[in-house]
């Protein structure tokens, strides 16, 4: 099991302020990952990293923006936050199973409420 | 990556197996099925995967059809915790990206 932080767990914010949601590993995964997922819906693959100073969109567009400056730290920023952006944002790093297959281990999620 | 087929929605009944289907018929040769479950909104978690043999571990067992069209995944006494959503997915690995679908909400009841 990796273990995976996410903080904060909730947030409600008001339009226009600029966020930063956090997560972080502390398995030494190079390969980590952001999802956003309304309720009772898909997740959606947002951005991703395949290690330090790598950053990758996903397939679903966000106006979100990520940074990856140390391996164990995978922040998420929304400049200028709107009702649109409410949502549940997972975390997410790789892991090679036994066997070598990799799968990815998800952190507990932040959900964001704008106002 | 390949897509999956799961039904919206099942019932299990408190200490009985669970049995959930999923169809992949357009799996490639170095695809894996993997299944997450997610429970009440945290972050998924793995359950189990597998290439072409069946698999168990200590919280499911997985049998995919020799085709590997298709898979179930059985929880052999499913408690109430037991109750989540739970995705079927098709990865190769090499992209890193999971890609999920709808899943299964299954509702264990006493």
């Known amino acids: 099991e990796a273990d995976i932080y996410q903080t904060p767990r909730y947030l409600v914010i008001g339009t226009g302020k600029k966020i930063t949601l956090e997560c972080s590993q502390t398995m030494g995964h190079d390969k980590m990952y952001w999802y956003q997922q309304d309720p009772g819906m898909e997740l959606h693959l947002i951005h991703y990293?395949?290690?330090?100073?790598?950053?990758e969109k996903g397939d679903l567009s966000s106006e979100s923006t990520v940074s990856r400056i140390r391996t164990e730290h995978f922040p998420l920023t929304l400049e200028s936050a709107r009702p649109s952006h409410t949502s549940q944002y997972l975390c997410a790093s790789r892991a090679r199973l036994a066997g070598g297959q990799e799968t990815q281990y998800f952190g507990p999620g932040t959900r964001l409420l704008v106002l | 990556d390949a897509k999956t087929t799961q039904p919206t929605s099942m019932d299990c009944a408190e200490g009985r197996a669970a049995n959930l289907p999923c169809n992949h018929s357009?799996?490639?040769?170095?695809?894996?099925v993997y299944w997450y479950r997610q429970i009440h909104s945290q972050g998924p978690q793995y359950i189990i995967h597998g290439l072409k043999n069946n698999e168990t571990n200590e919280m499911a067992s997985l049998i995919i059809t020799e085709d590997r069209k298709s898979s179930t995944l059985i929880l052999p006494h499913a408690t109430l915790r037991d109750t989540a959503v739970y995705y079927c997915i098709v990865f190769s690995g090499n992209t890193g990206k999971l890609i999920f679908g709808q899943g299964t909400t299954l509702q264990v009841k006493p």
């Open positions: 357009t799996i490639s040769g170095n695809e894996y």
């Open positions: 990293s395949y290690g330090v100073n790598s950053t």
